[in-house]
């Protein structure tokens, strides 16, 4: 028995009805951190707290009197201070002086009871947390989730105990996402970040997710825990919040502090590349009359529909941005000349010319524009900003609605541009502009056989402007196309008298800019109309286009060639062996008429002729005929007509004449004897020019 006693893994101790331990086991001294020997003899109390003592005395006298139960948990002391829970069990034992003992058998449960308490806290957490929690199983079955998780996804447990959580996923993610997810899961045993997912109803939200794995302790997968919160709603406001900060609620435009990171990094990008970055500060002009007289909210309104118009301006890469009240700001990045950047202005101040309605009303906002470039004016960005105000600050003084650019030799030209440029767009509606026809002769006949149209401008106050000046501001401000269509008419009507009168088969020959061919707004088949309302066909003219515009064929460039052959019009190509030819492409587009550059001609005499023979024997060769420019000798016609050109154009048949004198000219012809051509000295006295 005593063996027994002394390896029981129980404390068991008996104690007498005054309370003194008669016995004790190893176990019972160790759970109280005594030795066995130091307890005998001893108070059961001692293993009490103090204040619990008079009670528990009174309890083991009351158990051994009169029977009953004395067990379960209890508080006690153990012999260095630390508070213990044991549980233990009594029974009355005889004990041959009168009265019983007491047999006690005591297990030390305190590790089990804190255990116990970390569980019911747990507990608590999991019922009552914010978070949503799910636990899976090792083969991915849901085996819990928590009340917020039911409140969050509007699923309950029963609903989705044993279902895969695969069931919550969005559309929102590809699979190759989740694979990701599962992947790291099973490598780190942990998974974080954000993912959306679908509730109950269908409606989508952004979840904050961890995920954990348990292991048991042979390192086997036990289970994953989920925890996640719903952050769709703070999401949206840090959207909003950082939507507020770099952007203008008025406008919807970039405001001030995103257009500074912008210009920024497009000075980067011009330190890169090496191209110029333009800033256009763009200012309504008498905004502030507008605000004051109609009030605050028809300003604001006004200024959002004219930002929706400024947008319309921005080329990918471009920032447009409201920078102050009535002030915005275009970056251009990556610009290659200042006709770009003029182009762009001159597109913005346009956008203006529509007036603005708002309630009915029709206001017209005008605009005015100060440019600074990057780094030609400055490698500041402070200062390119306050150069691009300071010109805007000229605009204003120059009368508003225009640009004005920072450094004063661009300005300068600018200036001379934009003068032209308001008269030229009179000069269309005002009939400034006549066209000069200059003969072409058949060398073989000596007769004139074609005509080539060339306009003339005659300014109001400069006299003759020459093509050379005005056809390339024509063509910056796309007015070459409503110019070069009225060109066409005049020739198409000037031909058909020709046809009428002088020949049968006159032609006309029209110049093309290849601006002008690949302007959408092009509508050159309404030749073809017109000259079917003259009774001609096509051949009776022939474009002029440069060898350039074939080089850079675009597909409407040959959408439109290949019409005009449909409509038997034929193509020549103008100041050729100047440029970059291919006799591929004078094959490719079916081309009719060569147009030797007068450089050539002029050095007949010299290097000229090899070229002028070269040119004129592939001519034939590919089917082609020869027009010779600028041939103003004798000499060079004989030569010419030697080595087989076909025709001839130059003073010294006549320079470009008008009209009138045009008419005469091929009068006159008709009555002289052929071969007598050489009337160029008279005609260039009688010409305008
Ligand atoms: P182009 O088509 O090469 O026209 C020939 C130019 O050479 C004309 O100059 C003509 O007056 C000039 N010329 C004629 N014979 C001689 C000569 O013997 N010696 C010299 N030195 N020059 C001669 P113009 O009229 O000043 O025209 C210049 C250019 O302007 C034309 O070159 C053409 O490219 C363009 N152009 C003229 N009219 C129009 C038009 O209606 N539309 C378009 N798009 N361009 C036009
Ligand atoms: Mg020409
Ligand atoms: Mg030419």
């Keep these: 028995m005593r063996a027994i006693l002394s390896r029981a893994p129980v404390g068991i101790a008996v104690i007498d009805h005054g309370g003194h331990y008669i016995s004790v086991n190893p176990t019972y001294a160790e759970i109280y951190g005594y030795a066995a020997d130091d307890m005998l003899g001893q108070s059961f109390l001692m293993v009490f707290p103090e204040d619990a003592r008079d009670a528990v005395l009174a309890r083991h006298q009351d158990f051994l009197d009169n029977g009953g139960h004395l067990g379960g948990e209890w508080a006690v002391v153990r012999r260095d201070g630390a508070r213990l829970t044991v549980w233990s069990s009594s029974v009355s034992f005889p004990s041959g002086r009168g009265k019983p003992d007491r047999l006690v058998y005591v297990l030390d449960i305190t590790e089990h009871k804190k255990a116990q308490e970390q569980e019911r806290i747990a507990a608590t957490v999991y019922q009552t947390t914010s978070e949503a929690i799910l636990v899976v199983d090792a083969e991915s079955r849901v085996i819990s989730v928590n009340p917020a998780f039911t409140r969050l996804t509007g699923w309950s447990q029963a609903e989705v105990e044993g279902r895969d959580p695969d069931m919550f996923r969005s559309d929102r993610h590809d699979q190759a996402f989740y694979d990701e997810i599962s992947l790291t899961v099973e490598s780190e045993g942990f998974w974080a970040g954000e993912l959306w997912d679908q509730r109950k109803s269908g409606e989508y939200y952004l979840r904050e997710t961890t995920i954990t794995v348990v292991k048991d302790a042979f390192g086997k997968i036990k289970n994953y ?27 919807g435009l970039p405001n ?16 890169e590349t090496g191209r110029t970055m333009a800033l256009l500060m763009i200012d309504l002009d008498r905004f502030k009359e507008i605000n004051d007289t109609l009030g605050h909210s028809v300003g604001d309104r006004l200024l959002a529909k004219v930002s929706a118009r400024l947008q319309e301006c921005e080329r990918p890469g471009d920032t447009i941005a409201r920078v102050g009240g009535d002030e915005f700001a275009l970056i251009l990045n990556g610009v290659s000349d200042i006709a770009e950047i003029e182009a762009a202005a001159r597109d913005v101040l346009k956008r203006f010319e529509a007036p603005v309605t708002i309630d009915y009303e029709q206001m017209f906002v005008t605009a005015s524009i100060g440019i600074s470039l990057y780094p030609g004016d400055t490698q500041s960005l402070e200062e390119l900003f306050r150069n691009a105000d300071q010109a805007l600050y000229a605009a204003k003084a120059f009368g508003r609605n225009c640009l004005h650019f920072f450094t004063p030799a661009l300005q300068r030209a600018a200036n001379v541009r934009m003068r032209l440029a308001n008269d030229l767009r009179q000069a269309i509606t005002e009939r400034q502009f006549v066209v000069h026809y200059q003969p072409v002769v058949d060398l073989k006949t000596g007769r004139i056989a074609k005509a080539e149209a060339l306009v003339r401008w005659q300014h109001p106050t400069r006299g003759l402007v020459s093509p050379g000046t005005f056809i390339p501001l024509a063509e910056e401000t796309g007015l070459i196309v409503p110019l070069g269509d009225w060109v066409a008419r005049q020739a198409i009507a000037q031909v058909a008298r020709c046809r009428a009168v002088y020949a049968a088969d006159f032609q006309m020959a029209i110049n093309q800019s290849p601006t002008q061919f690949r302007n959408s707004a092009f509508s050159g088949l309404g030749w073809v109309g017109e000259l079917a309302r003259h009774g001609l066909t096509g051949s009776a003219i022939c474009l002029e286009i440069t060898e350039g515009l074939l080089l850079n064929a675009e597909p409407q460039i040959m959408s439109n060639l290949i019409a005009f052959r449909d409509a038997g019009i034929e193509i020549a190509i103008d100041d050729f062996g100047t440029g970059y030819s291919s006799l ?65 154009q130059g003073y010294l048949f006549a320079p470009a004449l008008p009209p009138a004198a045009f008419e005469a000219m091929l009068a006159k012809q008709d009555k002289a004897p052929e071969s007598e051509t050489e009337t160029g000295a008279d005609h260039r006295a009688a010409s305008a020019e």
């Design 584 to 648: 591929a492409y004078l094959r490719r587009f079916d081309i009719d008429t060569l147009k030797v550059d007068r450089s050539f001609v002029a050095e007949l005499d010299g290097a000229g002729l090899d070229i002028c023979e070269a040119i004129i024997v592939m001519a034939h060769r590919l089917g082609l005929q020869v027009v010779a420019e600028g041939v103003e000798t004798a000499q060079q016609r004989d030569i010419l007509k030697s080595i087989g050109c076909d025709y001839a």
């Design 256 to 271: 001030r502090h995103l257009f500074t990171d912008r210009l920024a990094e497009g000075a980067r990008q011009a330190n």
């Design 225 to 251: 825990v989920i925890v996640f919160s719903d952050i769709t709603a703070r999401k949206s406001a840090e959207d909003i919040i950082r939507w507020q900060a770099n952007y203008d609620s008025v406008t």
